[in-house]
């Protein structure tokens, strides 16, 4: 019996990787961007931990996220702690706890990293970048429009200018559902039939329900057909509701978009989609950039839940995630660099990082290391910087 | 990690034309009517199996069809490397890609996915005292998932062709595979035991194409459904 060839180990375990140079740099300044457009909406930053008590963690919007959470024990405790595969929850525990008493309504932002159990194998990250606000305490489609809005604006500031956001309403389905009381034992082929949008089945599976329900999945689409066939369908009341709220919030944003004149941003409506994260209560958000096929964030309406109490608060989200803005915005531009040779003048080189200049200093004598350590200029004698030819 | 693809290299953008993903081999031919009725008129050399070229342009310049395995066709319409497919239950049962919607049943390439053995073992042994069971299969994830929805753990030797010779030759005790007319089983002394999915081909989508560019895309299901109501109803 042979020996396996031992493991090299430079190997990381699937989906997670090492960011290089410049690369490392631009997600750094495209998270900030990010936060700085959050920011200047008034959008407050918290930082919640890396690990957190599973109970804690997985209680109220996190129970989603239970099978996607790393656990290990602490210790210290001997309780089991989950490392979080999503921030919202993190940031709801804190809007209701620590900051419960802050006057409503409260708007946090956040930006980190998550971990998650499992990768599709369409997107095979297990480690994701999240940049993301909170607007809790408030259940109104302005509030719904201020979240789409604020991050519209947030990704046009790292160079997104055409933006696709899709709107669903993951309840409405289930709310026609109940009140049509359609038995529960046939929900689940439904279900799946209605989430693959395969007409055929759904027509099969969804009984007196057929023609409503071929008509939402069909009328999936520009933001206007999808609204005009929600407002023909027969709905029952407390689904009506749900439909006239998604209406309500297509409207504000619009207003909002042509308020601030902002051009390329098209939006679609997919009143039976309720496929995203099962904690969503209410009107939800996919953004995308036209021709990519990466999601570059998600949100929507959710219970902002107090562990302790379990009393709840509307509130809205979104997360933009900083990996798939990037690999869809033009290249970011590093600092050029320039070559400090050996006892130059410290005052000449501060003065070219005042510049913009990013400086690197020699520490030996050979000033030819300086374009084999990325140095497109050099520092003369007299403090200025020479581009260095090819 | 996979690398990344630079912003200006992706060269999909919105402008780009919409590619068909079309399943090589049988149901290649019975496509061709349908594209017919819907207007589709792929270059020559599309049909011909012994073509090298894998990708033809078609009369409307914003659709180019591409030639690929039935199996790869999910794939490339699950990762947007095309935008729309047709491929057959079957494969979309087996991978279940969630980034896949499924708008219509062509009603073609009918066929059915179904459970075989040796005819000198059927009905000999009951499978409900069965713990687990050894399968051939094409279809790995369908043959586990059948078996685990009674309770019997499959142990599933992945094939990717000539499964009927599985059981004679004692890799299997019972095989999964496509059944169309019975007579490969029947050649090789396998008899049908149990169905589990009719297998049509479908339309199929990209999600995140069908959500971005809503008007093409709606306006080619619209082509493929009236086509194939037209061909129902003839």
Redesign the interface.
């Known amino acids: 019996m042979t020996d396996d060839l031992p493991p090299h180990k430079a190997l990381?375990p699937s989906?997670?990787?090492?960011r290089l140079p410049p690369?490392a740099e631009a997600e750094a300044a495209a998270v900030e961007t990010l936060m700085a457009g959050f920011a200047a909406h008034g959008y407050q930053r918290v930082k919640p931990p890396l690990l957190e008590f599973e109970d804690g963690l997985l209680t109220g919007s996190g129970a989603a996220m239970a099978e996607q959470t790393f656990r290990l024990m602490d210790p210290d405790t001997r309780r089991m702690m989950g490392l979080r595969a999503d921030m919202t929850p993190q940031v709801a525990r804190i809007a209701t706890t620590r900051l419960g008493h802050i006057a409503r309504p409260l708007r946090l932002s956040y930006a980190g990293q998550c971990l998650r159990v499992q990768a599709?194998?369409?997107a095979?990250?297990r480690q994701i970048a999240q940049a993301g606000i909170e607007l809790i305490g408030h259940d109104s489609p302005e509030a719904d429009a201020e979240i789409v809005l604020v991050g519209a604006e947030a990704l046009r500031a790292v160079g997104l200018h055409?933006l696709?956001i899709?709107l669903t309403m993951p309840t409405l389905v289930p709310s026609l559902l109940d009140e049509t009381h359609f038995p529960a034992d046939k929900r689940a082929a439904l279900s799946r039939a209605l989430?693959?949008?395969?007409?055929?089945?759904v027509r099969d599976r969804a009984g007196p329900l057929a023609a409503t329900l071929s008509d939402l999945?069909l009328a999936?689409?520009?933001a206007d057909g999808a609204l005009a066939a929600l407002a023909a369908a027969d709905l029952p009341a407390a689904t009506r509701k749900l439909a006239e709220r998604v209406a309500a919030t297509v409207a504000a944003i619009r207003s909002q978009l042509a308020a601030r004149s902002m051009q390329g941003i098209?939006l679609?409506v997919?009143p039976v989609e309720f496929?995203g994260l099962k904690y969503h209560t209410g009107v939800c958000t996919?953004f995308?950039?036209?021709?990519?096929?990466?999601?570059l964030g998600r949100g929507g309406r959710y219970i902002c839940s107090d562990p302790e109490t379990g009393a709840g608060e509307p509130a809205t989200c979104l997360t933009l995630y900083p990996d798939a803005v990037?690999?869809?915005?033009?290249?970011h531009r590093t600092a050029p660099r320039v070559f400090i040779p050996l006892g130059a003048n410290p005052a000449h080189a501060a003065a070219l990082r005042a510049q913009g200049f990013a400086t690197v200093a020699a520490l030996d004598p050979d000033t030819s290391a300086a374009s084999r350590l990325g140095c497109t200029h050099l520092m003369q004698a007299d403090g200025t910087a020479v581009a260095l030819s090819e | 990690m996979t690398a990344e693809f630079k912003a200006a290299d992706l060269a999909k953008d919105q402008d780009a034309p919409i590619i068909l993903a079309l399943p090589k081999g049988r149901i290649l031919k019975e496509c061709a009517p349908l594209l017919a009725r819907a207007g589709i008129v792929p270059g020559p050399g599309y049909d011909d199996e012994d073509s090298r070229h894998l990708r033809f342009p078609t009369n409307d310049p914003g659709l180019d069809v591409v030639r690929v395995r039935s199996f790869d066709v999910a794939t490339f319409v699950a990762f947007g490397a095309a935008e729309i497919g047709i491929c057959g239950s079957d494969v979309l049962a087996e991978f279940d890609y969630d980034e896949i919607y499924a708008p219509l049943d062509l009603g073609i390439g009918a066929c059915r996915v179904s459970v075989a053995e040796p005819v000198a073992t059927a009905g000999t042994d009951d499978p409900r005292g069965w713990s687990r069971v050894r399968v051939a299969s094409k279809y790995p994830n369908i043959a586990r998932r059948h078996y685990a929805a009674r309770g019997i753990q499959a142990e599933v030797v992945h094939l990717n062709g000539a499964m009927e010779l599985a059981p004679q030759l004692g890799l299997s005790r019972v095989i999964v595979d496509l059944v169309a007319t019975g007579s490969t089983l029947k050649a090789n002394g396998l008899v049908e035991t149990e169905v589990i999915a009719q297998v049509t081909s479908r339309l199929i989508v990209n999600r995140s194409a069908l959500k971005t560019r809503p008007e093409a895309m709606g306006n080619l299901i619209a082509r493929f459904r009236a086509a194939q109501a037209a061909m129902a109803a003839a």
């Open positions: 990381l989906g997670l990787r090492d690369d599709s194998q369409l095979p990250e055409r696709s899709d989430d693959r949008k395969d007409i055929a089945a999945l999936a689409g520009p098209t679609t997919d496929r996919t995308y950039t036209p021709g990519r096929q990466a999601e990037m690999r869809v915005v033009a290249p």
